[in-house]
């Protein structure tokens, strides 16, 4: 079986905010970081060249595929942040409300700046989905 393209590593998280992005994004990933360190009893790893991650789990699908993933994260990308909520974003609607300015995929939330956002409700957001996974995949 072929090895997932984003995978957990041993790259240095510290080194990936430093070298690939600007001053800007670098401090608003730091405020970031530190909220899922004050979140997930987990360490932050790299995941692929562009994730940063914390916690894994073991996913299995009905056709029997199975794989790693971490347990929440983000990634600093060109003009945004996505932040991964696992379990999307159904259960959420009266926290995006009060959210600020975002878009949202099928569990991404993208984000273009920091001061667009209400970052305590960002938290309550990421706290919410650690809490869903560690019901759903226990440690």
Request: aromatic share 4%.
């Given at each position: 079986?072929?090895?997932?393209?984003?995978?957990?590593?041993?790259?240095?998280?510290?080194?990936?905010?430093?070298?690939?992005?600007d001053e800007r994004q670098r401090e608003e990933s730091l405020q970031i970081l530190g909220i899922f360190k004050k979140i997930s009893p987990d360490s932050p790893r790299m995941w692929g060249d562009s994730i940063v991650g914390f916690g894994h789990y073991t996913y299995k699908y009905a056709s029997g595929h199975e794989g790693e993933w971490m347990r929440g994260g983000f990634s600093p990308r060109k003009g945004k942040f996505s932040i991964y909520i696992m379990n999307g974003f159904d259960d959420y609607g009266s926290l995006l409300a009060k959210l600020g300015k975002y878009k949202t995929g099928k569990s991404c939330l993208y984000i273009r700046r920091l001061e667009d956002i209400d970052l305590e409700v960002l938290e309550l957001l990421i706290a919410g989905s650690f809490n869903f996974m560690a019901e759903k995949y226990p440690l």
């Open positions: 079986m072929k090895a997932p393209k984003t995978a957990e590593n041993d790259a240095s998280v510290e080194e990936f905010l430093k070298a690939n992005l």
